[in-house]
């Protein structure tokens, strides 16, 4: 079985905090992917990256910023958190498929 | 540019009821569907998929979807429905990216609330 774990399932930050939220998958996946999720709004994809240290922006990167070092790990920066951040974040990754596999999710709250 | 449509952003049904959710998509290119399926605090998990082939495509719990291309549409359908169907549902559809990714929009997700 495909595992997509993510470094929290609840974060609480305060405004201009740098927030880093992790994301690691078992399964040797080329692509990896952040979204956000908002209720009404679906999910919205912030970056993704197809290859360790290649990035590319998704619909919504303003405000993020991602790392990819290894291929496994994937990161999502917040580098200056602001309250219109709060919403749960998901992890994905997939392979030659197009199928994703989708981590638990980060449920992230900026005060 | 792609994009994908649930018309209904909530479905009431009573257990052993049929349902149908339904999401139409645009694409000027070759796409791939999928359905997804996001139970209460957990992340998503793929319901089923069409990426070419015979138009039905069916799940093991027995959802079905038809991909209609001359209506660009792939709704989601289960005869009778159980009350651990609850959930959040989202049409997606996938073109391919930089890298020989396939890259992913998804539409705004259909609650479907089973009552006994």
């Known amino acids: 079985d495909v595992k997509v774990t993510q470094s929290s399932r609840y974060l609480v930050k305060r405004t201009g905090e740098k927030v880093f939220l992790e994301c690691v998958q078992d399964?040797?996946?080329?692509?990896m992917f952040w979204y956000r999720q908002d209720p009404g709004l679906g999910l919205r994809l912030i970056y993704f990256?197809?290859?360790?240290?290649?990035?590319e922006k998704g619909d919504i990167p303003e405000g993020y910023s991602v790392s990819r070092e290894k291929k496994e790990r994937f990161s999502l920066i917040l580098e200056s958190a602001s309250t219109n951040q709060t919403s749960m974040y998901l992890c994905?990754?997939?392979?030659?498929?197009?199928?994703?596999?989708f981590g638990p999710g980060t449920r992230l709250t900026v005060l | 540019a792609q994009s994908v449509t649930q018309l209904d952003s909530q479905v009431p049904v009573f257990e052993e009821a049929p349902v149908e959710l339904r999401c139409n998509y645009s694409s000027s290119v070759s796409v791939y569907l999928f359905w997804y399926v996001q139970y209460p605090n957990q992340g998503l998990q793929l319901l089923l998929k069409?990426?070419?082939?015979?138009?039905l495509v069916e799940s093991i719990n027995g959802f079905e979807a038809e991909f209609n291309k001359s209506q660009t549409s792939f709704h989601l359908r289960k005869p009778s429905v159980h009350i651990s169907d609850t959930a959040e549902y989202f049409c997606?559809?996938?073109?391919?990216?930089?890298?020989?990714?396939?890259?992913?929009?998804f539409g705004r997700g259909t609650s479907l609330i089973v009552h006994p």
């Open positions: 399964m040797d996946h080329e692509n």
């Open positions: 997606a559809v996938s073109r391919t990216g930089a890298g020989g990714s396939y890259i992913p929009t």
């Open positions: 069409y990426l070419s082939g015979s138009t």
């Open positions: 990256s197809y290859d360790v240290k290649m990035k």
């Open positions: 994905a990754s997939s392979a030659d498929s197009a199928t994703q596999y």
